[in-house]
């Protein structure tokens, strides 16, 4: 009995694919290579699903089973590409530098992202809204890590006496997160190591010397 030949794929340019293929975790990492490599070299506003698919030697329509749009993929593949939420929680000895460490670290990762793929992000899959800062974009769901470990990193200054944790309410531990995103937001660009000192000097370590003097 003949054996039936299997079908072939048609990839994005018309040309027919035959042999193996690829599947699982080997075509998604290829589609999230190729979507990156599309990133960096044309840009968010011109990156397109067509133009991945051709790159990774696929059919868009494998794409759209599983990111319904270019957000989405586009974010995949920050997530696999860009460092991951900073690991170590800083304990210089120095509420200061602990503060600002953790900060910029956190935006370390959006300072190789161009301003429009941070714009682009922003409305098409954000909507605009506050929620759309980076670690919703690199570990989603990780709101409650972020004030769990400045909490620690404020417990940790407490036991060396620069700070009454009783005194500090989650709104003021949260508050050099919010003012990053809100940084992020406004302006849509990377943020700079010049906009956190002002977080951390300007803004955040008066308010923490304000709530120690009280009872």
Do not use: C
Request: charged share 25%; hydrophobic share 40%; net charge positive.
């Amino acid at each position: 009995m003949e054996k039936q030949q299997k079908p072939s794929v048609q990839s994005t340019d018309g040309k027919h694919n035959t042999g193996s293929r690829r599947r699982g975790r080997v075509l998604v990492d290829a589609i999230l290579h190729a979507t990156w490599n599309e990133l960096s070299e044309v840009g968010y506003n011109q990156l397109t699903m067509e133009g991945v698919a051709a790159r990774a030697e696929t059919n868009k329509a494998v794409l759209y089973r599983r990111w319904p749009n270019k957000s989405e993929l586009v974010i995949a593949a920050m997530r696999k590409y860009l460092p991951n939420l900073p690991n170590e929680i800083p304990n210089t000895g120095n509420l200061r530098e602990d503060v600002f460490s953790y900060l910029l670290g956190l935006a370390k990762p959006l300072q190789k992202i161009e301003a429009q793929t941070i714009r682009g992000l922003m409305v098409e899959h954000f909507g605009g809204t506050l929620i759309a800062s980076m670690p919703q974009i690199i570990q989603p769901r990780s709101e409650s890590k972020l004030t769990a470990d400045m909490t620690t990193i404020l417990k940790n200054a407490e036991l060396r006496g620069e700070v009454r944790l009783d005194n500090l309410t989650i709104r003021i531990i949260s508050l050099p997160l919010d003012l990053l995103r809100y940084e992020i937001f406004t302006r849509q660009v990377p943020i700079s190591d010049k906009a956190i000192e002002e977080i951390v000097d300007d803004i955040f370590l008066p308010l923490i010397k304000h709530t120690i003097n009280e009872k």
